[in-house]
């Protein structure tokens, strides 16, 4: 089995390398693995209709079902109000609302990548 290798470097002398086989990792979830709970994301009132657009969401989905660990790996906000310039707040809301989506229960974990869309039409 191949490792990939991880190198930290701490300091300016000090190495540690660390090796991670596939193993280590949850499989990606099969492609209709869909949530049984999964709420729109809920955007604060002073933040409404200001930005449409897309989050991508890569997370891990445990056994029994539970999201662990969202992070926003990518995201496109247009702005669609006249207020705002930076569509702040909006990726937390995604993530927020991830990490409360349930799914089936399943043998083990698995990972999954989700894009969570926001339409001026939809907030």
Not at 17 to 22: D, I, K
Not at 91 to 115: H, I, L, Q, Y
Request: aromatic fraction near 8%; glycine fraction near 6%; charge should be negative.
């Amino acid at each position: 089995m191949n490792a990939v290798a991880i190198s930290l470097l701490l300091g300016s002398a000090l190495g540690v390398s660390l090796q991670a086989t596939a193993a280590d990792f949850p499989p990606v979830c099969p492609p209709d693995f869909t949530p049984i709970q999964a709420d729109p994301p809920r955007l604060p009132a002073k933040l409404h209709n200001e930005f449409q657009g897309y989050a991508v969401v890569a997370y891990t989905v445990s056994a029994l079902g539970v999201v662990e660990d969202p992070r926003i790996i990518a995201s496109n906000w247009q702005p669609v109000g006249h207020r705002s310039t930076e569509a702040f707040g909006y990726n937390s809301a995604v993530r927020d609302s991830v990490a409360k989506w349930v799914f089936p229960e399943r043998s083990g974990s698995c990972t999954v990548e989700s894009r969570v869309e926001i339409n001026y039409s939809d907030s």
